[in-house]
Nanobody, 122 residues
């Protein structure tokens, strides 16, 4: 089992920044890639970014490229999502998840955190 705990959400104005964290514990020795997803009210959960367990490979969804950056602190087993230039449309519950494959689809992720709310006011 892998346990994931997100933190760092909150309320921010348009153009502001937040940094989300995802602390991993449990079977972290099996080196699972970590993904970030978000889900707005009434919408499906969507892919935001993914990073390899080593932190050497990463990708971001097109709508967040240049604004969001995923990174990893290997010593702390923690993945971060730095979010800059936030927009109201970024408002959602943000989740981190672990999978055994490199995928943008939520169905491929076996382990999920509880989510953290990000609200961007206009």
């Amino acid at each position: 089992q892998v346990q994931l705990v997100e933190a760092g959400g909150g309320l921010v104005q348009t153009g502001g920044s937040l940094r989300l964290s995802c602390a991993a514990s449990g079977r972290t020795s099996i080196n699972l890639p970590i993904g970030w997803f978000r889900q707005a009210p009434g919408k499906e959960r969507e892919f935001v970014a993914q990073i390899s367990w080593s932190g050497t490979w990463k990708r971001h969804e097109n709508s967040v490229k240049g604004r969001f950056t995923v990174s990893k602190d290997n010593a702390k087993n923690t993945v971060y999502l730095q979010m800059n230039s936030l927009k109201p449309e970024d408002t959602a519950v943000y989740y981190c998840a672990a999978a055994e494959v490199y995928s943008i689809y939520p169905r491929d992720y076996a382990y999920w955190g509880q989510g953290t709310q990000v609200t961007v006011s206009s």
